[in-house]
């Protein structure tokens, strides 16, 4: 059931999101451009948010350790679609676009029309390579504003999420005519939610992965960018096999560990809000009640209903709520909570 919600918010959001972007296409090329940056950061959080609340999805989305130039392109491993938002979430400073199969252009709410209004590259896999390589350049021209390129070598996804051999033609077009440094990142657990019949099938209980490795400096020459794709791939297989080893030892240590969609990270949220209340008796009490567990879902529902002003205020509000009817219902003795 948590699927099937996951999925029916998933269009609404897509939907929603697509009706903005025709409203800031009435305002200009600029104003598209930044709607789509903003907009692709505020929907991948809201995604993956709601996969873990609703689904039981498990995430690990890291940030680069050190410092990032203004411009670098992006080189990672291909699971599914969900790749595109969880690097999105890795870089909230950077705009990102994508080199992407031309299929994706229509029928899609929001995905097509944000890789259209985007600028991403929309490459045929099959035939017309004059037009692929237009593209390309294309994109590799948005890193003059500030716009990074980001493309998967593999040139389709990954079913069983094993790195497939990394492909030097659609980097090299980008890379010879625009250098700038290359970043790698892995990503590990999009297999298991590639389709739909996967999303409800293996949703919960999965997890995802998404971690920056490696800044390179820019290339120079075909010779040089076959090398680092080389040892980008040679890396990125390495971290997979890594996290996939961790998991096993992990699984047989704990075989019937049962994997919380509520993450640490909020509950400890709402407990430094209730010490900012000064309500620190009742600490345990909350943390372990079940009002804890709907506080997720109701900070999804205040976050799309209500305007911006308001949602700065939602750690005080839902909180002090959640607290007052804890405390009435345990002074009447009701049952449900």
Sequence with gaps: MGSVLFLLSTLMLFLR?????????????AAVMKQVSDGQRALARKLFFLAGILGGLRTDFRRYAGPLPRVFMI????????????????????????????????????????????QSALVSRTSDFGQGRQEL??????????????????????????????????VSVILERYPMPVL???????????????????????????????????PRGKKEIAELLGRLKAEISGQVMQW????????????????????RAFSEG???????????????????????????????IFT?????????????????LAFLLRTSAMSFRTPFL
């Design 17 to 29: 999101g697509d009706f903005a972007l025709l409203l800031a296409a009435l305002r200009g090329e």
């Design 75 to 118: 080189v990672s491993n291909h699971q599914s679609l969900a790749d595109i938002p969880a690097v999105t979430v890795c870089f909230p400073r950077h705009p990102v676009r994508f080199v992407a199969k031309r299929e994706l252009r229509r029928g899609i709410p929001y995905v097509s029309r944000s890789l259209r209004f985007g």
């Design 137 to 170: 350049r294309k994109l590799g021209a948005l890193s003059r504003d500030g716009i990074c390129p980001m493309i998967f070598p593999e040139g389709t996804r990954s079913k069983t999420g094993r790195v497939r051999e990394f492909f030097t033609g659609g």
């Design 184 to 218: 790698s990142v892995a990503v590990d657990g999009g297999q298991s939610i590639a389709t739909i019949a996967r999303v409800l099938l293996h949703l919960r209980g999965a997890t995802y992965r998404a971690k920056p490795l490696t800044l390179y400096p820019a």
């Design 244 to 263: 996939r080893r961790a998991q096993q030892r992990g699984d047989k240590k704990n075989p019937t560990l049962r994997r919380e969609p509520l993450g």
């Design 270 to 300: 709402c407990r430094q809000a209730l010490k900012s209340l000064g309500l620190r008796s009742c600490l345990w009490h909350f943390s372990h009640s079940a009002v804890l567990r709907s506080l997720p879902l109701l900070k999804t």
């Design 304 to 320: 799309l209903i209500s305007p911006p002003q308001v949602q700065k205020n939602f750690w005080v509000t839902i909180p002090t």
